[in-house]
């Protein structure tokens, strides 16, 4: 007989992460067959971009990311550069600003 597992709580980040993920899975991932590694890059930008820059979010009162992101910006309740300490080596993720 098998012992039942702990059930461990999912952090609202991780449950995020697992939406998104299911999500592109859902309707791009399962949709397509990629001939190319270029097409395939192409493809998930594309998908990428619309996500983020046209689609309203329930999460967001049904803003797009990008314009929440804006919003943010203009309220001032996010800074557009993140200082990078120096022993950590900056691989430009940190300083990407949102567009």
């Given at each position: 007989?098998?012992?039942?597992?702990?059930?461990?709580?999912?952090?609202?980040?991780?449950?995020?992460?697992?939406?998104?993920?299911?999500?592109?899975?859902?309707?791009?991932?399962?949709?397509?067959?990629?001939?190319?590694?270029?097409?395939?890059?192409?493809?998930?930008?594309?998908?990428?971009?619309?996500?983020?820059?046209?689609?309203?979010?329930?999460?967001?009162?049904?803003?797009?990311?990008?314009g929440f992101a804006q919003?943010?910006?203009?309220?001032?309740?996010?800074?557009?550069h993140t200082p990078v300490?120096d022993e950590v080596q900056?691989?430009?993720?940190?300083?990407?600003?949102?567009?």
């Amino acid at each position: 007989m098998m012992k039942p597992r702990p059930r461990t709580r999912i952090r609202p980040r991780d449950k995020a992460k697992n939406k998104f993920r299911s999500r592109m899975r859902d309707e791009l991932l399962n949709g397509e067959l990629f001939l190319h590694i270029d097409e395939m890059k192409y493809v998930v930008e594309r998908w990428r971009m619309d996500y983020n820059h046209y689609r309203p979010h329930s999460s967001l009162s049904y803003m797009t990311p990008a314009g929440f992101a804006q919003l943010c910006r203009e309220a001032g309740c996010i800074r557009p550069h993140t200082p990078v300490p120096d022993e950590v080596q900056d691989c430009g993720i940190l300083s990407q600003t949102l567009d």
